[in-house]
């Protein structure tokens, strides 16, 4: 199979749509955790759990998409920088299914049940069971701040990739016609 020098439309598009969940997600986190219980603060939880099963459903088809199509050759670059763009993305993918599975299992842990969008109750992963939610809530927490400084190393490479090296990998990624 012959690799196009860009990616497919439908790949462009769930990068830049879980990229969006991804940011505000993240931002929605940090926002939320200090504000006082209260309607707002549970509001905000919804979302935030909205949003990270969406990204869980979305990396599962990214996934199954990424392994049927074969992505754009890369440029030349080092080796070094090849296997570590690689292991990069696929430790992005593997978070892409930590991140929201850990926040999942702490809610649940907590007591506290998922209904995505409002009006699909999604299954308790577990009973209520507090010592565990402690645990459950470091392991979200570690898998975010991972996934968001994995994520900055990823937006760190293509700037030096797009501006530096001036090479044409971010276009395969960018929208519209190139």
């Known amino acids: ?19 969006v969940l991804i940011f505000v997600g ?5 926002y939320m955790v200090d504000l006082r219980i209260g309607p707002d603060k549970l509001k905000l939880y919804s979302w935030h759990k909205w949003i990270g099963v969406t990204v869980l459903i979305l990396a599962a088809f990214r996934l199954w998409w990424r392994l049927l199509k074969t992505p754009p050759t890369k440029p030349a670059m080092p080796t070094w920088q090849r296997h ?6 696929w430790l992005l993918y593997l978070l892409f299914f930590a991140v929201p ?3 999942w299992l702490f ?3 907590k007591g506290f049940s998922t209904v995505y969008l409002g009006v699909l109750p999604l299954p308790d992963l577990m009973q209520k069971n507090d010592d565990l939610a402690a645990v ?3 392991a979200h927490l570690i898998t975010s701040y991972s996934m968001g400084f994995l994520v ?7 700037l030096k990739h797009q501006f530096i090296d001036n090479d044409g990998l971010v276009r395969r990624m960018m929208p519209g016609r190139h």
């Open 1 to 19: 199979m012959i690799s196009s020098p860009r990616y497919t439309t439908l790949a462009i598009g769930l990068h830049w749509l879980m990229a």
């Open 26 to 30: 993240f931002a929605m986190g940090l």
């Open 84 to 89: 570590t763009a690689t292991g990069t993305h």
């Open 101 to 103: 599975v850990t926040g």
């Open 107 to 109: 809610s649940s842990a």
């Open 136 to 138: 459950l809530k470091q």
């Open 152 to 158: 900055g190393i990823h937006i760190l490479a293509a």
